[in-house]
């Protein structure tokens, strides 16, 4: 039976001497890998659209343990990502992240739409590269089941104005009273929390050009960070390994 389905590529690997061996998250059938035969020759026909990144109508036909790609339309290359070796790394943490968190065959429309809006902002060098990747975070936790609680206290209700800690193992705010409850929270200023609610209910392009202080990134940058390392079956990523040692 043959499938087609819209996908963003998120993985590609050498499966044989031409082949190569696909990881897609696609609007239909989720997450699938596939063998997308004669692509590692030069003059394939699939070659463009099977590379990385790549936002693709593709055409799959099921075997028996592994899909087939019969066809791939290329519909967006997000090629200016290439262009910059920053937007480059992080966008393959963005794929790092969906690809840890996505199961076999198991839709999520919400978070294939918001990846593909967030690789085509952030190809555009005007959009704050911060911004967009700690909105992604948040909403990519939320769309994933994991929405940190950043409106009381998870232990008690409490909705205290200020003092806050935030738990990544009791999943968000601790008050000042229920601070012993989690040794490890991680103090998150006022300005930090407003940050962290108004990134996760506004529309991501409308947050594109949105300048956050080093101070807001970096301290919503380590909560964020944190909370996916404890609910997302993942403790380092590759790509940030890179961008560290740069």
């Given at each position: ?27 239909k059938l989720g997450k699938v890998s596939a063998v997308a035969k004669g692509a590692r020759n030069p003059k394939s026909v ?153 990134l996760l209910v506004k529309d991501i392009s409308e947050i594109q050009k949105l300048k956050i202080s080093n101070f807001l ?30």
């Amino acid at each position: 039976m043959l499938i087609k389905t819209a996908g963003i590529v998120l993985k590609n690997s050498k499966f044989n001497e031409n082949d190569s061996l696909l990881v897609i998250f696609t609007r239909k059938l989720g997450k699938v890998s596939a063998v997308a035969k004669g692509a590692r020759n030069p003059k394939s026909v699939l070659l463009s659209g099977v590379q990385p990144f790549c936002y693709s109508d593709f055409v799959l036909y099921k075997g028996k343990s592994l899909y087939t790609v019969s066809q791939c339309d290329v519909k967006q290359s997000f090629y200016k990502l290439r262009e910059d070796l920053d937007r480059l790394t992080y966008a393959a943490y963005l794929l790092e992240l969906v690809s840890a968190e996505t199961r076999e065959g198991q839709t999520n429309n919400r978070l294939f739409n918001l990846l593909g809006k967030t690789l085509l902002i952030m190809s555009n060098p005007e959009a704050e590269l911060n911004t967009v990747l700690r909105a992604f975070e948040i909403k990519f936790l939320h769309y994933s089941g994991y929405t940190p609680q950043l409106n009381d206290c998870v232990n008690c209700g409490s909705t205290q104005q200020t003092g806050w800690k935030f738990s990544p193992k009791e999943g968000g705010l601790l008050c000042s009273n229920c601070h012993s409850i989690d040794y490890k929270a991680i103090k998150m200023s006022d300005y930090t929390l407003k940050l962290a609610k108004y990134l996760l209910v506004k529309d991501i392009s409308e947050i594109q050009k949105l300048k956050i202080s080093n101070f807001l990134n970096l301290e919503l940058s380590k909560v964020l960070k944190e909370y996916i390392f404890v609910h997302i079956n993942k403790q380092s990523f590759k790509s940030l390994d890179i961008i560290e040692k740069i």
